[in-house]
């Protein structure tokens, strides 16, 4: 099946600093999501980005189908950005089942 | 008001014991999926649905069974065969293709079993 790595695996940042996450993948895929995990368990949909450029407000998303990678911009980056972000991803053909990669702790601190 | 439910939060067991866990939705989605999330791993897919009256095991079926009697409905049971079954369980639907596979997760079941 598909492997997904994330890195870095933990990310302190003081509170307006720029990040980038980044997520590897093995195959060709028809799914790329990245998630936010908040302190109750609740996975909050960031991007679907099977390729291309996505923004949302201090989020962004670029996914390089063709190199196998998706990164994850955060700018100018909140407390409230704290948690966990998981990158997944669906083999193309697979059934759209989402292989997870093992996340980025991230703690933004004042 | 569109998503997807999961009951209850907390579920707790004594070994030995089967468990039902709950999942609704009411996106008109066909496809709906279990996984399993243990302490600072990601999550892994138990089973999935393209359709009703049709399931497929996942990477981690062992221990697991589920139902698929209603599109809106995709329940999960424990089993007493299932050897670690302390984790967090979420439930996720989606489309069954055309525009988009995004898949919506619902908040989550913790299930502890002493």
């Known amino acids: 099946g598909i492997q997904v790595e994330q890195s870095p695996p933990d990310l302190i940042l003081q509170e307006g600093a720029n990040s980038t996450l980044r997520c590897n993948f093995s195959?060709?895929?028809?799914?790329l999501q990245w998630f936010h995990q908040n302190p109750w368990g609740q996975l909050i949909n960031l991007f679907y980005?099977?390729?291309g450029t996505k923004q949302n407000g201090r989020l962004s998303a670029t996914t390089v189908a063709t190199e196998r990678y998706s990164l994850l911009y955060i700018s100018s980056s909140q407390t409230t950005d704290s948690g966990v972000y998981f990158c997944?991803?669906?083999?193309?053909?697979?059934?759209?089942?989402?292989?997870f990669g093992t996340g980025t702790q991230l703690k933004v601190e004042l | 008001d569109g998503g997807i439910t999961q009951s209850p939060k907390y579920l707790f067991r004594k070994e030995g014991q089967n468990v039902t866990l709950s999942c609704e939705q009411n996106?008109?989605?066909?496809?709906m999926y279990w996984y399993r999330q243990d302490p600072g791993q990601g999550l892994r897919l138990i089973y999935y649905?393209?359709?009703?009256?049709?399931?497929q095991k996942g990477d981690i079926a062992e221990g697991y069974s589920v139902s698929r009697e209603k599109k809106e409905s995709f329940p999960l049971t424990v089993t007493s065969a299932q050897k670690n079954p302390t984790a967090f369980y979420l439930c996720?639907?989606?489309?069954?293709?055309?525009?988009?596979?995004?898949?919506?997760f619902g908040p989550g079941t913790r299930l502890t079993v002493t």
């Open positions: 996106l008109n989605h066909d496809a």
């Open positions: 996720a639907s989606s489309q069954r293709g055309g525009r988009s596979y995004e898949q919506y």
């Open positions: 195959d060709s895929v028809n799914n």
């Open positions: 649905s393209q359709i009703v009256n049709d399931f």
């Open positions: 980005i099977p390729s």
């Open positions: 997944a991803a669906g083999l193309t053909g697979g059934g759209n089942k989402l292989t």
